[in-house]
């Protein structure tokens, strides 16, 4: 900003640049034109200088800024010219600082302000902060949230009512604005969206829930578990406690040596008898046969081998009748007459 009719010192140029090469020119002397509200003119002041070896500046004369709208003009041999439009103030700011209110444009300002509630007007934006410092704490990169003690009170309210616009606004928030880690709002957007991997510790659902759980065995999965808890329900109270199994456990362990000492008393008497056939039994070639000691006390008497063939041959013939023995066949044979058995060993059948 530039005041009009006021010298500036250093007022900088820029480069200059060959229109052949394109390079930045630092030497020669420039030419320095000026137009002031439409009426050209040298400048008052022409000597351009370089400070650094690359920009160009020049010290313009209050003359040079006695304009509202003032255009600079530079030129230098082989370059490309550089022009500048300027609009002038006829008061800085710095020129404002220490003015006090006065004149109609000053009393204009003064009713539009309105009287200072305070002493000042600066007293009572003072006085606003204050206020605004204690309802809200600046997080410096987040804005500004309630502090605790503000936060309890608008949480301890019993009626809090949100107008239906502020219900709807609610809802029809766009998800992917819920991007801070943490917010209710971005937890259910990614449980919603799916776009969540954990949390917690926790891993997400894949596939289709119906599929997981499964046809029910019962009328549905409730009646299901209910046939379940009237099982259990019949479990101990406390089915962590041993006690019960423990006390089935030796009287398991008592019926047990019971068995054990019965059989052990039957074997015992069973062995008493076979250790005898030790002594009565000895082998002949593959098989065993009772020995000569053991056939001492065989039981004796009975009929003789003649006494024996005798009733064999004098059996009844009628008594023969089994199908398939020989004396039926004989009988048979017969057919209950004599049979003379002559020397050639013919059979001769004659009525009795």
């Known amino acids: 900003m530039f005041k009009k009719n006021t010298a500036v010192v250093g007022f900088g140029i820029g480069h200059f640049?060959?229109?052949t090469t394109g390079a930045v020119v630092t030497t020669g002397t420039p030419t320095c034109k000026r137009t002031?509200?439409?009426t050209g003119g040298a400048c008052a002041n022409a000597a351009a200088y370089n400070t650094d070896g690359a920009v160009w500046e020049i010290d313009l004369a209050a003359a040079d800024m006695n304009g509202d709208a003032v255009i600079l003009s530079f030129t230098l041999t082989d370059c490309l010219p550089i022009s500048y439009t300027i609009k002038t103030v006829t008061k800085l700011v710095s020129d404002l600082k220490d003015e006090t209110m006065r004149g109609t444009d000053n009393a204009?300002?003064?009713?539009?302000?309105?009287?200072?509630?305070?002493?000042?007007?600066?007293a009572d934006i003072a006085a606003v902060k204050v206020d605004t410092t204690e309802i809200l704490l600046d997080t410096g990169t987040h804005g500004v949230i309630l502090p605790q003690t503000q936060a309890d009170k608008v949480?301890?309210?019993?009626?809090?009512?949100?107008?239906?616009?502020?219900?709807q606004a609610i809802w029809d928030s766009l998800t992917s604005a819920f991007t801070t880690v943490g917010s209710i709002g971005k937890k259910l957007a990614d449980w919603i969206v799916g776009t969540i991997d954990t949390y917690s510790g926790n891993t997400k659902q894949t596939g289709d829930s119906f599929t997981r759980l499964g046809a029910p065995a019962g009328a549905s999965v409730s009646a299901d578990v209910a046939a379940i808890k009237a099982k259990t329900d019949n479990l101990p109270a406390a089915p962590a406690d041993d006690t019960s199994i423990d006390t089935q456990l030796g009287a398991i362990h008592n019926n047990v040596t019971g068995i054990i000492g019965y059989v052990d008393t039957e074997v015992a008497a069973v062995k008493?008898?076979?250790?005898?056939?030790?002594?009565?039994l000895e082998l002949d070639v593959d098989v065993y046969r009772f020995t000569a000691n053991a056939l001492e006390q065989a039981p004796s008497g009975g009929a003789?081998?003649?006494?024996?063939?005798?009733?064999?041959?004098?059996?009844?013939a009628a008594d023969h009748v089994a199908a398939g023995s020989m004396g039926k066949k004989l009988n048979d044979v017969t057919g209950g007459s004599a049979v003379n058995i002559q020397h050639d060993s013919t059979v001769i059948v004659t009525d009795s």
Do not use: Y
């Open 304 to 316: 003789t081998v003649a006494q024996i063939a005798d009733g064999v041959w004098d059996e009844a």
């Open 36 to 38: 002031l509200d439409g």
């Open 155 to 167: 949480w301890g309210t019993t009626v809090r009512t949100l107008s239906a616009a502020g219900v």
């Open 108 to 122: 204009a300002l003064a009713s539009v302000l309105g009287a200072a509630v305070g002493a000042t007007i600066s």
């Open 17 to 19: 640049i060959n229109t």
């Open 272 to 280: 008493a008898v076979t250790d005898k056939l030790n002594t009565a």
